[in-house]
């Protein structure tokens, strides 16, 4: 599994996590409600309490959209920032990467006059041998 697939599953399972937490949280507040009116002997209005309910729902389901929305625009952006690190992208914008042995050669230090070593570019790679100091 990729990147940006396990972020958005991540980011997927906290939207539920936080949507089932705030519809939980929300009945048990209502629930509450209508048990202290019933323990006060107040007349409980039905049709009031279902009406609670739903627009709790409402909330609810606005919340999880707006989550969505914002989790996506995060998702988003993070991706358009790991394809401007991709190597693949830099070498087709006509970098290349010089390596030997294996590691990228960073600095002119790490090359003798002699060493062979290799160029990476996108469309593949060449062997090179270094000449001067």
């Known amino acids: 599994m990729g990147l940006l697939s396990r ?3 991540t980011k997927t399972n906290e939207i539920g996590t936080a949507a089932e937490n705030k519809e939980t949280n929300a009945i048990r507040h209502y629930k509450e409600k209508y048990q202290e009116m019933e323990r006060e002997g107040k007349k409980i209005d039905w049709h009031e309490y279902e009406k609670s ?6 909330k609810i389901q606005h919340f999880v ?3 969505i929305n914002k989790k996506t625009a995060d998702i988003t952006k993070t991706a358009t920032k790991l394809e401007g690190l991709n190597p693949v992208k830099i070498l087709s914008r006509g970098y290349s ?3 030997k042995d294996g ?3 960073n600095s002119a230090k790490m090359l003798k006059s002699g060493d062979e070593f290799t160029l990476r570019f996108s469309d593949g790679e060449i062997k090179a041998k270094a000449t001067g100091e």
Do not use: D, R
Request: net charge negative; charged share 30%; aromatic share 6%.
């Open 53 to 58: 309910i739903e627009l709790c729902k409402t």
């Open 7 to 9: 972020i958005f599953n």
């Open 65 to 67: 959209q707006e989550t």
């Open 103 to 105: 590691k990228a050669v």
């Open 97 to 99: 990467i010089a390596e």
